[in-house]
């Protein structure tokens, strides 16, 4: 198992930033993919970005061009940076961990974005 703690969410102005990180219990360089989902008030969880064990990433279309997903294996996190944030970002910010199989998620930081 790995526990997985987010930080970084907070109130912030459209147009603003923030970065986000995941820290991990144990290394991260064996996981496959690391994610991160998000759910706003009233809608389903959606997936944001991925990084794999490789370095590759990807990226919801929503948030292509101005979120960027990375990893630091040394320090066991993995990090969101968001840039030029709008309104519509706003949600609970989950990471997700997958591994020979399994899963586990961290119990969200809050983003808000005011207009």
């Known amino acids: 198992q790995v526990q997985l703690v987010e930080s970084g969410g907070g109130l912030v102005q459209a147009g603003e930033s923030l970065r986000l990180s995941c820290a991990a219990s144990?290394?991260?360089?064996?996981?496959?993919?690391m994610d991160w989902y998000r759910q706003a008030p009233g809608k389903q969880r959606e997936w944001v970005a991925f990084?794999?064990?490789?370095?590759?990433?990807a990226y919801a279309d929503s948030v292509k061009g101005r979120f960027t997903i990375s990893r630091d294996n040394a320090k066991n996190t993995v990090y969101l940076q968001m840039s030029s944030l709008k309104p519509e970002d706003t949600a609970v910010y989950y990471c997700?961990?997958?591994?020979?199989?399994?899963?586990?998620w961290g119990q969200g930081t809050q983003v808000t974005v005011s207009s």
């Open positions: 997700k961990a997958d591994w020979g199989g399994f899963s586990n």
């Open positions: 144990r290394s991260i360089s064996s996981m496959n993919i």
């Open positions: 990084i794999n064990y490789s370095g590759s990433t």
